[in-house]
T-cell receptor, first 111, second 115 residues
Framework: GIQVEQSPPDLILQEGANSTLRCNFS?????LQWFHQNPWGQLINLFY???GTKQNGRLSATTVATERYSLLYISSSQTTDSGVYFC?????????????FGIGTKLQVIP | GAVVSQHPSRVICKSGTSVKIECRSL??????MFWYRQFPKQSLMLMAT?????????EQGVEKDKFLINHASLTLSTLTVTSAHPEDSSFYIC???????????FGPGTRLLVL
């Protein structure tokens, strides 16, 4: 099956700093999503981004499908950004999309 | 739009009991729902795929008699963990797909602790 790698595995930031999280995948995909899992476990969808660039406030994401990677940018980080960020890729299989998650990047933003 | 809810959000039970988790699509009809499991400090792993009105398809290594899935309507799927044991303690997340669509919308998850 498809392999999804995320880097770095862990990241500690000072509040206000910027960061880039990376997701590499081993095969062509039909969809790509970025999620934030907060410390209470709730999974929040940040972006559906199979290609191109999207921005939402301090967050933006870019997926270069031809080169099989996606980047998530966090600017002016806040303590509430702490948690685990997952990249998940979707591959069409029959009538639905099979989603494979990466291992995640654990982000800790310190005041 | 495309909101998925789960109930309960967290549950604690004694070993040997059964626990039912509900997954609902609130504003769309979901012909297909998916159940994932996440162990501490690990990623989400697909357990099974359920289609409305038919039997669920389980991933390799997932016991279908232990994790009973029912998808009786277009807005509700249930996962029942039968005779739960401490090793079943985990975070269970469902997702749902709209009819004709391919994108999955994820619920907030249910944290199960078996004592």
């Amino acid at each position: 099956g498809i392999q999804v790698e995320q880097s770095p595995p862990d990241l500690i930031l000072q509040e206000g700093a910027n960061s880039t999280l990376r997701c590499n995948f081993s095969d062509s995909v039909n969809n790509l999503q970025w999620f934030h899992q907060n410390p209470w476990g709730q999974l929040i969808n940040l972006f559906y981004i199979p290609s191109g660039t999207k921005q939402n406030g301090r967050l933006s994401a870019t997926t270069v499908a031809t080169e099989r990677y996606s980047l998530l940018y966090i600017s002016s980080s806040q303590t509430t950004d702490s948690g685990v960020y997952f990249c998940a890729v979707g591959v069409n299989s029959g009538g639905y999309q099979k989603v494979t998650f990466g291992i995640g990047t654990k982000l800790q933003v310190i005041p | 739009g495309a909101v998925v809810s789960q109930h309960p959000s967290r549950v604690i039970c004694k070993s040997g009991t059964s626990v039912k988790i509900e997954c609902r699509s609130l504003d769309f009809q979901a012909t297909t729902m998916f159940w994932y499991r996440q162990f501490p400090k690990q990623s989400l792993m697909l357990m099974a795929t359920s289609n409305e009105g038919s039997k669920a398809t389980y991933e390799q290594g997932v016991e279908k008699d232990k994790f009973l899935i029912n998808h009786a309507s277009l807005t509700l799927s249930t996962l029942t963990v039968t005779s739960a044991h401490p090793e079943d303690s985990s975070f269970y997340i469902c997702s749902a797909k709209t009819s004709g669509g391919k994108t999955q919308y994820f619920g907030p998850g249910t944290r199960l602790l078996v004592l």
